[in-house]
């Protein structure tokens, strides 16, 4: 099953404009994390925020949680072409001493030139 | 680039065979993750393991199998394919159950006609 439910499902911005991804979960996390697919190809780890934070920044990546709300936002400032593809958010529940992902469906980010 | 690497790249086989995917591990990873990620939607967790040993399993029938070898490479065998198998095959390595980031593979795009 799906824990992550991100929204919107498809973004089209232009190039420059800020990019927002909402993501929603259920159950207690340890960590969430976001991850990038260009084409059907591997994932890229992007960003993780432990459940203790509430905000990250990395490079034009912001990435907020709000643990109350059980909902997480990815922001990516001034996009570019490259930013096209598609980005998933993950959650960690790290029960014991496994830690599994779990992926929502995604966010499918178009970027026009 | 991950460092971890997963062949074949694409495989097409046929209803009732079987299937062996591989997976090599980024230098130093003990641990390994599978993932199945059918078109449109996020990976979904088949199992892990670590330090050659199955180390937790998502929803997954038994005709989805594992190893892991003594160099922390890995393979996941599908018995009697069925139709909705079709999908792309991702294995992910990390260090330690307990480490948080995953790195993942390009992906085994399987095709069952």
């Known amino acids: 099953s799906q824990q992550g439910e991100e929204d919107p499902q498809a973004l089209s911005i232009q190039e420059g404009e800020n990019a927002t991804m909402n993501c929603s979960y259920k159950?207690?996390?340890?960590?969430l994390q976001w991850y990038r697919q260009n084409s059907g190809r591997g994932l890229v780890h992007l960003i993780l925020?432990?459940?203790?934070?509430r905000e990250k920044h990395s490079g034009r990546l912001r990435v907020t949680l709000d643990t109350s709300k059980k909902s997480s936002s990815l922001l990516i400032t001034a996009s570019r072409a490259a930013d096209t593809a598609s980005y998933f958010c993950?959650?960690?529940?790290?029960?014991?001493?496994?830690?599994?992902?779990?992926f929502g469906k995604g966010i499918t980010l178009s970027v026009r030139p | 680039e991950t460092g971890v690497t997963q062949s074949p790249t694409h495989l097409i086989k046929t209803r009732g065979q079987q299937v062996t995917l591989r997976c090599s591990s980024q230098s130093g990873h003990n641990t390994v993750s599978w993932y199945q990620q059918a078109l449109g939607q996020g990976p979904q967790f088949i199992f892990q393991?670590?330090?050659?040993?199955?180390?937790g399993r998502g929803n997954f029938p038994p005709r989805f199998s594992g190893l892991q070898f003594p160099n922390y490479s890995s393979e996941l065998n599908v018995n009697a394919l069925e139709l909705d198998d079709s999908a792309l095959y991702l294995c992910?390595?990390?260090?330690?159950?307990?480490?948080?980031?995953?790195?993942f593979g390009p992906g085994t795009r399987l095709t069952v006609t």
């Open positions: 992910a390595s990390q260090q330690g159950v307990r480490s948080y980031e995953q790195y």
């Open positions: 993950a959650t960690d529940p790290y029960l014991g001493a496994n830690s599994k992902l779990t």
């Open positions: 159950t207690s996390i340890n960590n």
């Open positions: 393991y670590y330090r050659e040993e199955e180390n």
């Open positions: 925020i432990r459940s203790n934070e």
